[in-house]
Structures are given as C-alpha cells and as structure tokens.
C-alpha cells in the first residue's frame, strides 16, 4: 500500500510539475524571400554557402524573437540582383551567382532588440556575416511600414 501511494503522488507531482512549466513557442515559420519586400527592422545573416544557409536556418528560428524567417540562395540572390541593376547591364555582366553570399532575412518579434538579436547572431554563428537593417520612423515619399515588416505584395 506505501509503494502505491509513493506512486500517486509521483505522478501527481509530475502532471503539476508538466502543467507548471510554460509552453515552448514552435520555431518561426522560414520561407523563401522571393516575392516578399521587408521594410521593417531585421537582421541579414549571410553565408558562403547555400548548404550552410539552410543548415543554420533552423537554428536562427528557434530563437524566441523571432517572427519570421527567409531564405534566399545565392541563384536567387544573383536573380534579384540581376532585377535590381538592369539598368547597368556591364555590372551585371561581372557579377555571377558564386560571387553572391546565401542569406537568411530575420524578422523579429514586435519589440525585440534586432541591434541585441544581431549581436547573439554573431555570437551563436561565428563565420557569418551579420547586418542590421534599422528603417527610420519616416522615409520621405513612401508610406509608413506597415506592422508585420513587410510591404504589401504588389
């Protein structure tokens, strides 16, 4: 009857203990960048490698900070590029995908530090290059960033 009873209020002390304890938020959500325009403040996380990009990709959205995640490999980099400087077809020409870092864009949470997330980053993933990207309250001639960080899609 004692070893019953040490039992029950084991498993008793193990549901409280299981109940007690605060939930884990899951990873934030990782996509590719294509078709998305951030605007709000994120952090840019660059690699030499694709591989390498998408191995820490994870790792970066398991932090709790962090809203949203996205990816971008460096053919789709050298694609943007490409869009980005048409109008310069000679710079175009030098620039190759090889030549273009794999990246990882980091959307914090609403009121995270991106400056304190930045610097964890650096710590957490020696190699990479980290990029703070802070938009001022006002940019003259376009409308204020909406919210989430993100521009509607056009």
Not at 132 to 144: A, E, L, M, N
């Given at each position: 009857?004692?070893?019953?009873?040490?039992?029950?209020?084991?498993?008793?002390?193990?549901?409280?203990?299981?109940?007690?304890?605060?939930p884990?938020?899951?990873?934030?959500?990782?996509?590719?960048?294509?078709?998305?325009?951030?605007?709000?403040?994120?952090?840019?996380?660059?690699?030499d490698?694709?591989e390498?990009?998408?191995?820490?990709?994870?790792?970066v959205?398991?932090?709790?900070?962090?809203?949203?995640?996205?990816?971008?490999?460096?053919?789709?980099?050298?694609?943007?590029f490409?869009?980005?400087?048409a109008?310069?077809?000679?710079?175009?020409?030098?620039a190759?995908?090889?030549?273009?870092?794999a990246?990882?864009?980091?959307?914090?949470?609403?009121?995270?530090?991106?400056?304190?997330?930045?610097?964890?980053l650096?710590?957490?993933?020696?190699?990479?290059?980290?990029e703070?990207?802070?938009?001022?309250?006002?940019?003259?001639g376009?409308?204020?960033c909406?919210?989430?960080?993100?521009w509607?899609?056009?």
């Amino acid at each position: 009857m004692r070893a019953l009873g040490t039992l029950v209020v084991g498993a008793a002390l193990a549901a409280c203990t299981v109940q007690g304890s605060a939930p884990q938020r899951p990873p934030a959500p990782t996509v590719p960048l294509a078709g998305h325009d951030l605007c709000g403040d994120h952090v840019g996380v660059f690699f030499d490698t694709d591989e390498e990009m998408h191995r820490r990709a994870a790792a970066v959205a398991a932090d709790d900070r962090v809203r949203q995640v996205y990816t971008e490999t460096k053919e789709q980099a050298y694609v943007q590029f490409k869009e980005m400087f048409a109008d310069d077809p000679h710079l175009v020409e030098l620039a190759s995908p090889e030549a273009l870092p794999a990246g990882l864009q980091v959307l914090p949470l609403a009121g995270a530090d991106v400056r304190a997330l930045a610097d964890d980053l650096r710590q957490e993933h020696p190699g990479a290059r980290i990029e703070v990207f802070v938009r001022p309250p006002f940019v003259p001639g376009q409308p204020p960033c909406p919210p989430n960080g993100l521009w509607p899609t056009r």
